[in-house]
């Protein structure tokens, strides 16, 4: 019975023990005999299930996440349409298609789109005429975009920046505490890929370790793509982000507005400095020191006459030196500074100081023209409200040059940011037919400093509709010859006073003394050669050595002065070059070149 038994257990143990065996030798061989792609593959196919499972767990929540936020009003990424989400600009807008179709090809295409998108690519005509073959899937660059003529210089810097993008928003859908295989993966090729890129801006500039890493993330995004197939989700995804971003750059912009605007009114520390030490200077003067020579000459209408209305001294002394250095008569100049009464004394001292050579000079204050105040009082009630630069005094005092200079028939007004490169005394002996004002015009289109009278100037309003012609040339102040007995003849500050009245009463212009002066000076303007007045050095780098070079008067106008910080520093020379710097009260100003 023993043996028995003992029979009966070593049976069924063996064949438990052959039931248990042969499955894992039948799988072990079976691994065995799988090359290593194969078994990439597979070890791959787990991870996307796992993570097209953590997908469709997601997906809810990432739809409420994209939901609350306002996309913007165009359509930024569409199925089918899988261009590049870098903005493209004016020059590379005709290069649209060919970037679609090379973005197409890259194999990160979504659901049901990737079998039509492929035959798309089979059916395009090239260049030559003949039909493009499929080619595998990955990188694939369109023979019509290598060969062309005018392609972008950035095309694959903004593709890469492109596939970084795309990447991100992959990454985005993955739970934040995840740590799989894919993660890491993507996580690893945007790293790589944006280190092989760096500072790069042109194709030229761009490595081949770029372009190999260009291609490990074509794959990644390939793998992505087969991971979450739901485009509507890429979309939402991609328009918040495309929306955050120009959140950010318009807020960027409005701060650097700002600043950059604070900066253009503020004081320098240097120039406040220099005003409290020329103060100090003056008031230490007996009254005797404090005149000034050749006073006699200042009413003489025979001589060449200048006009500056400033309260900053070392820019009118830029004006005075350029104008003198440059002048072949220069004991026949005569130079008017109109100041306020804060800045009379520094303004005075520098001068008295530091003479114009054989010119003639005069510092005046506005608080002086007792008739102005009474005027000026109540313009500045019109203005109210207005940007405290266009409604000073300083700025409006331009309109009143009769009264200021009563026995003067003709003068040149120079603003306090222009540097003389040329003799300005031939100015009056140009013939301006009758005309009040000469000035150079501002109306050609594509420069900087074109102007129409309509961006300024209310033309739905029916009084200015049917007095003035919106096509009507604009000018610029800056460099302006005024025949002071037409004006006083046609009584132009009369004009002036009358607009500026109306201008309080409706909408009829813009804030600023160019649109006011446009309206006085209608039909009353004679257009000087343009190379007289050269505009632009304060806000357009785009300025010529060429341009400068042939101007009689540069002008810096905009906010960027060449005595601030924020000047354009390739301009600052022409400046400069009129500044003594080794002058000790500089130098203890800390002002220097």
């Known amino acids: 019975m023993r043996p028995f038994r003992r029979c009966s257990r070593i049976s069924i143990l063996s064949l438990l023990a052959i039931s248990v065996f042969t499955p894992v030798f039948l799988l072990s061989f079976r691994l065995k005999n799988l090359n290593s792609d194969a078994s990439r593959d597979f070890v791959e196919d787990l991870s996307i299930l796992k993570h097209r499972i953590d997908a469709q767990a997601n997906s809810a929540v990432q739809q409420e996440e994209v939901e609350g936020l306002k996309g913007p009003h165009l359509v930024v990424y569409r199925d089918g349409d899988h261009g590049s989400l870098v903005s493209l600009d004016e020059n590379d807008r005709h290069h649209k298609a060919e970037n679609v179709n090379l973005l197409q090809s890259n194999g990160a295409t979504y659901g049901g789109q990737e079998q039509s998108q492929r035959n798309l690519s089979e059916q395009k005509v090239s260049p030559y005429g003949e039909k493009e073959k499929s080619r595998p899937e990955g990188v694939q660059h369109s023979r019509s975009i290598q060969s062309h003529p005018w392609r972008p210089l950035d095309e694959k810097v903004k593709e890469m920046k492109d596939k970084v993008i795309r990447a991100k928003a992959y990454l985005s859908f993955a739970p934040p505490d995840s ?71 318009r807020s960027q912009r409005d701060q650097t507005s700002f600043l950059v605007q604070l900066a253009a009114r503020t004081t320098p520390k240097g120039l406040h400095c220099l005003s409290m030490r020329l103060t100090t200077e003056y008031f230490a003067l007996q009254p005797e020191e404090r005149e000034f020579p050749n006073q006699n000459k200042l009413q003489d209408s025979d001589l060449y006459h200048f006009a500056v209305f400033s309260d900053n001294v070392l820019a009118c002394s830029v004006v005075v030196n350029s104008t003198v250095s440059t002048a072949k008569d220069p004991e026949k100049i005569v130079f008017h500074i109109v100041t306020d009464s804060l800045n009379l004394p520094a303004m005075s001292m520098w001068f008295l100081m530091n003479p114009p050579g054989k010119a003639t000079i005069q510092i005046q204050s506005i608080d002086g023209f007792e008739w102005l105040s009474i005027k000026y009082n109540e313009d500045q009630q019109k203005q109210k409200g207005l940007d405290p630069r266009y409604a000073s005094a300083l700025n409006h005092l331009r309109f009143y040059l009769p009264d200021i200079f009563p026995s003067v028939n003709k003068i040149v007004f120079l603003d306090h940011d222009v540097v003389v490169r040329k003799d300005l005394t031939r100015l009056w002996h140009i013939n301006i037919k009758g005309k009040v ?41 800056g460099m302006n010859v005024f025949d002071l007995q037409e004006w006083r003849k046609r009584n132009l500050t009369a004009l002036y006073h009358k607009y500026l009245e109306l201008g309080s009463k409706r909408r009829l212009l813009k804030a600023g003394s160019s649109p006011l002066g446009w309206m006085t000076f209608y039909k009353h303007t004679h257009a000087l050669d343009r190379t007289w007045h050269l505009l632009g050095l304060g806000y357009d780098s785009g300025v010529t050595r060429a341009q400068i070079e042939q101007a009689a008067v540069i002008h810096y106008d905009g906010v960027m002065k060449p005595w601030l910080d924020l000047g354009i520093q390739k301009y600052k020379s022409y400046w400069n070059k009129h500044v003594s710097y080794e002058h000790p009260y500089l130098q203890q100003c800390n002002l220097r070149e």
């Open 179 to 249: 740590n799989s295989h894919f993660v890491k993966e993507i996580k690893l090729r945007i790293k790589e890929l944006e280190r092989a890129m760096g500072d790069v801006t042109k194709d030229s500039g761009l490595s081949r370790r770029a372009t190999q890493k260009m291609k490990a993330m074509d794959g990644t995004l390939l793998k992505a793509s087969r991971i979450y197939p739901d485009c509507s989700a890429m979309v939402n995804t991609l328009r918040a982000m495309t929306y955050n971003a120009e959140e950010q750059l």
């Open 437 to 477: 004002n000469g000035a150079v015009e501002t109306c050609v289109e594509g420069e900087s400093s074109f102007h129409r009278m309509n961006m300024f100037i209310n033309f739905t309003d029916p009084l200015v509709a049917t007095r003035f012609d919106a096509n009507t040339c604009t000018w610029a102040y």
